[in-house]
């Protein structure tokens, strides 16, 4: 499986292709976009400035960087929709990324899909987590649009995404995998994330209560599950049990999460996957593995593992 790693400046970027990142992906907003429309009408879900690439300049040669070492780097444009009056500067951003060789575009707006599609017929475009494809006829009828890969909804498990590849073996999937963890459904919320301590509401404790006296199991397992994410650390998100069921069910790419976060970071999840798809290779032992993984997750984020944070939670044991 390759390994994808958020960029968000030049200085940064040979780091982390030497720490073994195969593709790179990063949002850039032009001049005339923010002019026009302010940085919170967001044109690609990160409303701060560390999380863009600075210039279209250090965007050239980011994308040069990559394509000197062999990996490949996809420009990200995942607003859920846009609005008509945003696609004119969308399209003439797209063709100026173009040029430089960019080797893909990551979107969730389906209209922008199908522009693209038609007037970019060779560029790989990519459905984001915010197109939110849960099932198969979702991402069959988005390749129909014109992707030929997907990022599959962080609420999925393991075995819905073996399906779903199976199912449309035309299409390359990618999975989530260290850090970022959020306890909604990211094509559905609706949250704004334009905090400038970047406390997002997800993270903001608040209580559910039930509107009867008698509330179901199930609304109380959800309340109480809710209470607990005020423990834990959405951004100690990891996922490195998984790893070998993600390559048995078809996974093309682990994508890490962290635009906008310190180089050293991405740097060290970079490593640590590395790491676990070498082990995910040679070990038969999945208790070992599993056991291991735990170790690395408490190394890393200094706290135990939590079913809050685990990508795929159907793997997790109580200690």
Known sequence: MRIISPVDNLTEAQGLLDAGADELYGGYVPAAWE??????????????SEAQIGSFDELAAIVALAHDHGRSFSLTLNAPFYAEAMLPRLLAYVD???????????????????????????????????????NSEAVRFFHGQGISRAVLPRHLCVADMAAIVARVPQVRFDAFLLVGKCPNTEGLCTFHHSSPDRIW?????????????????????????????????????????????LAAAGIDGLKLVGRGAP????????????DFLHLAENMKDFSEYRRQARRAHRLRFGSPCSPNVCYYPEFYEAE
């Open 263 to 274: 180089a050293a970071q991405k740097i060290k999840n970079i490593l640590l996957t590395r």
């Open 201 to 245: 509401p997800c993270e903001i404790p608040y209580e559910i209560k039930a509107l009867e006296a008698s509330a179901s199991p199930r609304l109380l397992a959800a309340m109480a599950r809710q209470g607990s994410w005020a423990t834990t650390n959405r951004r100690h998100g990891c996922g490195l049990c998984a790893i070998p069921h």
């Open 96 to 134: 100026e990324a173009v040029d430089l060789g960019i080797d893909g575009v990551i979107l969730a707006d389906l209209g922008l899909v199908r522009l693209l599609a038609r007037r970019h017929p060779r560029l790989p475009l990519h459905a984001s987590t915010l197109a939110h494809l849960g």
């Open 35 to 48: 002019q026009e429309f302010g940085l919170l009408a967001s044109i690609n879900q990160r409303t701060f």
